[in-house]
T-cell receptor, first 120, second 112 residues
Framework: ETGVTQTPRHLVMGMTNKKSLKCEQHLGHNAMYWYKQSAKKPLELMFVYNFKEQTENNSVPSRFSPECPNSSHLFLHLHTLQPEDSALYLCASSQDRLAGDHRAITDTQYFGPGTRLTVL | RKEVEQDPGPFNVPEGATVAFNCTYS??????FFWYRQDCRKEPKLLMS???SGNEDGRFTAQLNRASQYISLLIRDSKLSDSATYLCVVTPYSNTGNQFYFGTGTSLTVIP
């Protein structure tokens, strides 16, 4: 149950604050992700890091800034957020493998417990 | 059109009932399929992968129909502990392999 950890679990911040979310995976995986989960909406992929390189950035506003210093750690730096950014932020990790045609395959993602963020 | 669509429910069923969820996906080149389970205020957890030939894990059976682009999850002999939201997940065939598309989830409540 502690394969992927996230801190803090809860965060309340004002629109002018700067804060960071932290994720750590203990599974030896090579890919890490940030997702946003809002009420009544599907999980939205925000960022993907594969082998520490950012491979996906799904049109996320610049007030969200990811950082991946190594394959085990992932940060999400927050600044000047809006109330509509209030949501559950989930980190996940996976072990990618290569198919015969050299395309990457992601089998399973393991999620952390999430940070519930409230922006006032 | 959404990548993945699910009936949000809620499904309220008595203990011991059989319940089935369907999920449709829009990309015919989708590669991998999963069902995840998410308990209230918790993170999603993998329930089972869905294989082309269909697969079973205890009371849970998953089916894939590529021609009609849907996957299904059947739960037999429902338990109170099955109450959760069930998320359908589809991955496209891509160079990076990292894009997971989640449905909004189907809510299940098993009633004593």
């Amino acid at each position: 149950e502690t394969g992927v950890t996230q801190t803090p679990r809860h965060l309340v911040m004002g629109m002018t604050n700067k804060k960071s979310l932290k994720c750590e995976q203990h599974l030896g995986h090579n890919a890490m992700y940030w997702y946003k989960q809002s009420a009544k909406k599907p999980l939205e992929l925000m960022f993907v890091y594969n082998f520490k390189e950012q491979t996906e950035n799904n049109s996320v506003p610049s007030r969200f800034s990811p950082e991946c210093p190594n394959s085990s750690h992932l940060f999400l730096h927050l600044h000047t957020l809006q109330p509509e950014d209030s949501a559950l932020y989930l980190c996940a990790s996976s072990q990618d493998r290569l198919a015969g045609d050299h395309r990457a395959i992601t089998d399973t993602q393991y999620f952390g417990p999430g940070t519930r963020l409230t922006v006032l | 059109r959404k990548e993945v669509e699910q009936d949000p429910g809620p499904f309220n069923v008595p203990e011991g009932a059989t319940v089935a969820f369907n999920c449709t996906y829009s990309n015919s080149a989708s590669q991998s399929f999963f069902w995840y389970r998410q308990d209230c205020r918790k993170e999603p957890k993998l329930l089972m992968s869905v294989y082309s030939s269909g697969n079973e894990d205890g009371r849970f059976t998953a089916q894939l129909n590529r021609a009609s682009q849907y996957i299904s999850l059947l739960i037999r002999d429902s338990k109170l502990s099955d109450s959760a939201t069930y998320l359908c997940v589809v991955t496209p065939y891509s160079n990076t392999g990292n894009q997971f598309y989640f449905g909004t989830g189907t809510s299940l409540t098993v009633i004593p």
